[in-house]
């Protein structure tokens, strides 16, 4: 496996909106970022992800994108995002835009004129049908609730849209449309962007065939993922997406691809293939979806977890390349749904970043975690933004006959605003984030979980991920070490290994809050050295044959 910039690279996801306020209108901003590049250059960055900020109506929160090439004037200009991109490389830190490319929102010029008329030349830029009998193409759900068909009284047809009807599906059958998509890509890369992160690409080739999906008894609606997910062109697609754009530039890639699996990653990562570094997956995301899916949150093992990491690390050893992360702008904080967030916070979030950050792949931060932000608990419905959690409370509400108390545990565990509320900067009014009404409510612990606590205080999980991205620019191990699992059954502890050219490093992570003992016989008697540990208690000197760990404890190893 060749050596790349971009695996030995760690990413930090910033969500604009709710990032920093550099103007005085509640909303977080491009000029925000730039004054926050020294506190991401401190951490140890070596790339931003920078979600949306392409001008958008905002019915998404900035993935309905109304002109790819113009800053939506919330979050400033041209001449700012020109800036930040600069200061980004002023300090030696790359930056990659989120690339949406599966929909675009209905007040796209191209939009505008595909449904002006049936005969109009951008017509087939979108996915157009007649109807069956008066309803629906077929019966495919949104992923945002309902139909994924809109009906048009212009044209009397439907439009297809697999998120919010304000987000109207792209064709990729049209080569016109592509070659309109890599003009634009290749434009922002002569600009100087790094790459490209991808919203749901394995979404772009849909099976021309438009069939129905079977539905669950008592639904009108079903999920039509099969016949879009992982479609019959997306390797075409991609390939030619390469050969057209990509293969120009030296950029990091990567794809979100929700219901993807091990061996259709080998294919979009393999590095023969030339289609994309890495892709994100879901399957740890799903851990705990009941019936319902993820509003139906159920107890999760930690064997489950163990048993997808592990499959995901063995599976793309040696072809492809695995992109790691715990949480994004679309899921729960980290350290409410794996760890603990009330008796042993720093220390279950330190736990998390290690048993993450010491796999193989590209570690991803998502904004506050590096501080370990919790999940929210705001108490009224009208207090969250997110288009997803409304529809679903609507659809619970109206179709279900579900009381409001019913359902409200639901979103507090699993509500993409969880991730959405402001950076908590300091214990100032609304946490630093601005001086004016912010556009979502803050997180009301942000009097004791901030950045400037996090600052002053050298046994922080600020300092602790900085340590551990020390780590990985020092350890050559932890890039391209082989992985090994150990305690396989064990429902306490995630233990592993990564092995490079003689040299082993043993990884122990306790996920429980209870003080548990565990034997590793065959470390005993190596002489090694203690990497990191959340535990100021540890040494070097301490056996391995039976060691007692404290909760939420990890630790790190090297034995050469």
Partial sequence: MTKQWWKESVVYQIYPRSFNDSNHDGIGDIRGIIEKLDYIKKLGIDVIWLSPVYDSPNDDNGYDIRHYRQIMSEFGTMEDFDELLDETHARGMKLVMDLVVNHTSDEHPWFVESRASTHNDKRDYYIWKKGENGSE?????????????QFDEGTGEYYLHLFSKKQPDLNWENPKLREEVYDMMR???????????????????KDQRFLDSDAKPGHVYASGSSYFRNGPRIHEFLQEMHK????GYDVMTVGEMPGVDVEQAKLYTGEDRNELHMVFHFEHMGLGNGPGGKWDNQPWKLTELKQIMTKWQKGLESVGWNSLYWNNHDQPRAVTRFGDDADYREQSAKMLATCLHMMKGTPYIYQGEEIGMTNVSFPSITDYKDIETWNWYQEQKEKFGRDHSSFMASIYDRSRDNARTPMQW??????????????????????NINVKQSLENPDSVFYYYQKLIQLRKREQTIVYGDYEL?????EEVFAYTRTLKGETLLIVCNFTGKYITREFPSFSNKPKTLLITNNDERTDMDALDRVRLLPYEALVYKFS
């Fill in 486 to 490: 150990l305690l396989e059954d064990d």
């Fill in 426 to 447: 300091s214990d100032s009014a609304n946490a630093g984030f601005t001086d004016a009404k912010p556009w979502i409510g803050v997180n009301p612990n942000y009097k």
């Fill in 137 to 149: 193409p077929n019966n495919w759900a949104s992923n945002f609730g309902g139909s994924a068909w």
């Fill in 244 to 247: 057209e754009v990509l293969s």
């Fill in 187 to 205: 434009w922002w890369l002569n600009k100087g962007v790094d790459g490209f992160r991808m919203d749901v690409i394995n979404f772009i080739s």
